[in-house]
Nanobody, 123 residues
């Protein structure tokens, strides 16, 4: 497991940009597949973007072109650059680290989640 702390959320107007940060503890941050998820009131938690330990990225189709996920392994930090924010982007954004595989049969350690950071976009 890795401990995760998000920051960078806030209240902004539509069209503004925010950069979320996820600071991770531990000495093996670079080995974790990670991602950003979000959950709006009354909605299911949804995947925003993921990034593998090797830096390969994947995005929710609706967010491609506006959001960019990245990681700085030297700083044990993952980022989500959010541009052209819309009111429908309002949600709590969570940092996630996929549990590491612990044996050759595929058993995994528990996933890790941050506490979340609120992003509110006004029209």
């Amino acid at each position: 497991q890795v401990q995760l702390v998000e920051s960078g959320g806030g209240l902004v107007q539509a069209g503004a940009s925010l950069r979320l940060s996820c600071a991770a503890s531990g000495r093996t941050f670079s080995s974790y597949a990670m991602g950003w998820f979000r959950q709006a009131p009354g909605k299911e938690r949804e995947m925003v973007a993921t990034i593998t330990s090797g830096g390969s990225t994947n995005y929710a189709d609706s967010l491609k072109g506006r959001f960019t996920i990245s990681r700085d392994n030297a700083e044990n930090t993952m980022y989500l650059q959010m541009n052209n924010l819309r009111p429908e982007d309002t949600a709590v954004y969570y940092c996630h680290a996929k549990g590491r595989v612990i044996n050759v049969e595929g058993a995994k350690a528990p996933d890790s989640w941050g506490q979340g950071t609120q992003v509110t976009v006004s029209s």
